[in-house]
């Protein structure tokens, strides 16, 4: 029920209005009524209301006055005016503070109802909005460790520029960065010693390398990211009285924990890459940058597992800082897999690993590259439902790269790797395409007698209904309306040619209610009518 106050100072047509009938009749019940505004605020002030009608002029405080409070400490309250004051200054003053209507006396009960049912209606309305917007909101609440995880991938891959609103978004998420002197950030890898043929252990182990980490970071965590299944980077920030250099202690002992307890736990090897400190949070993508290549160097010329970018970095830094460009490097390759071409393989492995150097220290930092080109690899596969742990088995793949002692050879065995990659997940995307168009063919074949829509057919698939026409068409040739209509018509060709057959009851048979519309629809596809069919059937 809705709750209403009525202000009346003549207490006759007070009365009145309180006995009518169409309070009940609207789910509205009257919980005071009084004689002026002053009396009414008090009430309000102590009571959930949701609707004040009142008159305009009246003792101690008049209508407009009352509207006028109510509107400042109670917006939510609506306010429907009457008075017996036909003045357009009152009218005008009533729309200034939002009535929701303004009833001349005297009123019928018919123009009274009319003004209710306009305001309850409002209210109706603003109810759901605030509901829904709860259910948003508790939405977002239950998902926030799911956007603190994204909101810090995004700093990571440099996707949120400085100045674009970070500490905005971040103090939304509750992150208090300001409480931070220092930032930095670690790169760990996790490789099976071996393959895991389980998808669900997979995403276990990677929770718990998650959850590990976390746990040894004491309190200078600020959120582990997971970049594929077995990459992870930490973001740390320093504590409070953390110097820099107890940062950095506390950094390389909670990589240190982490690898011990991350091997202990499962047959793997983990390496970890650590970056410099850094004072501004805005730093996080160079310092993750400095972090990777700090790995990367440990698979390729280090026997630590651990290493921190302030040991390489005079030989790696300038070539990681001035070249590689990880979201570009996404780009490129997505282009790739769009376009299908052979010729734009090469190209983006002349861009990326050029022909001309010859000196250890230029293979070594082209392997590099080639390591990164590899991870990201490893998502796009992630991506197109491709598990890479099937294309890139660690064991066989790293050795490889290893190996290579020239540019040339290298730079080939990218590009097979790039167009392997690629026709896997072609391979994958045709087979589901066809999954889906045989499973909307199966619906069809069930309920092509049933009143449905496309998007009846559609449910379970979870797929707009135009990206499922264009999947539907690629493979079959034909929207899902026209199959849907051609299954239906062969189906009545079939019935017609019985002899005991109906035309009105083939129709309904085949899910056309309108005998009209069946027989344009079959004249359209088979070039006669059901009734020239049935005849003579072709």
Not at 160 to 171: D, E, L, V
Not at 283 to 308: D, G, H, K, M
Request: charged content about 25%.
């Amino acid at each position: 029920m809705y709750r209403l106050v009525l202000v009346e100072d003549n207490e006759r047509e007070r009365m009145g209005i309180a006995g009518l009938s169409l309070w009940a009749e609207n789910g509205v019940e009257i919980v005071g009524a009084f004689g002026n505004g002053l009396s009414a605020l008090h009430f309000i002030q102590k009571n959930q209301v949701d609707i004040v009608m009142t008159d305009v002029a009246m003792p101690a405080m008049n209508g407009l006055d009352l509207a006028n409070e109510l509107r400042s400490s109670f917006p939510g309250i609506k306010v429907l005016f009457v008075s017996c004051h036909p003045e357009f200054e009152y009218a005008r003053q009533a729309l200034k503070l939002n009535a929701e209507d303004y009833l001349l006396k005297p009123f019928t009960e018919e123009e009274l109802e009319t003004a209710l049912s306009k305001t309850l209606a409002l209210l109706e309305r603003e109810i759901g909005e605030n509901r829904e917007r709860e259910r948003m909101l508790a939405l977002v609440r239950q998902s926030m460790p799911a956007l603190v995880e994204q909101f810090y991938r995004e700093m990571l891959m440099n996707e949120i520029k400085p100045g674009s609103g970070a500490y905005a978004r971040a103090s939304y998420l509750g992150l208090e960065l300001s409480k931070r002197a220092f930032f930095a950030v670690a790169y760990y890898k996790v490789s099976h010693k071996q393959a895991e043929d389980d998808a669900n252990e997979s995403y276990v182990d990677s929770f718990l390398v998650r959850d590990i980490i976390s746990s040894c970071a004491g309190g200078r965590m600020l959120c582990v990211v997971t970049l594929t299944l077995s990459h992870f980077a930490c973001v740390y920030g320093a504590a409070s009285g953390d110097s820099s250099e107890k940062f950095r202690h506390a950094v390389m002992d909670a990589a240190s924990s982490a690898i011990e307890r991350i091997e202990a736990s499962m047959p793997v090897d983990t390496s970890a890459g650590l970056s410099s400190l850094s004072l501004s949070f805005d730093s996080l993508p160079t310092l993750f940058r400095q972090a990777e290549a700090s790995l990367e160097n440990s698979y390729f010329e280090s026997s630590s597992r651990i290493v921190s970018y302030s040991e390489i970095e005079g030989a790696a830094a300038s070539d990681f800082k001035e070249n590689l460009d990880f979201k570009k490097m996404y780009q490129d390759l997505n282009d790739i897999f769009k376009s299908g071409s052979k010729d734009s393989i090469s190209a983006f492995a002349a861009k990326y690993v050029p022909f001309g150097f010859a000196e250890r220290e230029d293979i070594f930092l082209t392997k590099g590259k080639v390591y990164a080109i590899v991870n990201i690899l490893q998502l796009i596969c992630l991506e197109g439902n491709v598990n890479p742990g099937e294309l890139f088995p660690d064991g066989i793949l790293w050795k490889k790269l290893y190996r290579f002692n020239t540019i040339v050879n290298l730079r080939q065995w990218l590009e097979n790797i790039i167009f392997f990659t690629m026709e896997s997940i072609a391979g994958n995307r045709k087979s589901r395409e066809q999954m889906i168009a045989d499973s909307i063919r199966s619906v069809i074949a069930a309920r092509y007698a049933d009143q449905i829509s496309v998007s009846d057919l559609l449910t379970g698939i979870y797929m707009s209904t135009g990206h499922a026409n264009l999947v539907f068409k690629k493979a079959t040739g034909m929207t899902i309306f026209d199959y849907l209509t051609a299954y239906r018509i062969d189906r009545a060709k079939e019935l017609l040619a019985r002899p005991d057959s109906r035309i009105y009851i083939v129709a309904e048979q085949v899910g056309y209610l309108n005998i009209a519309h069946f027989r344009f629809t079959f004249k359209k596809r088979v070039g006669v009518t059901p009734k020239e069919y049935k005849e003579k059937p072709f």
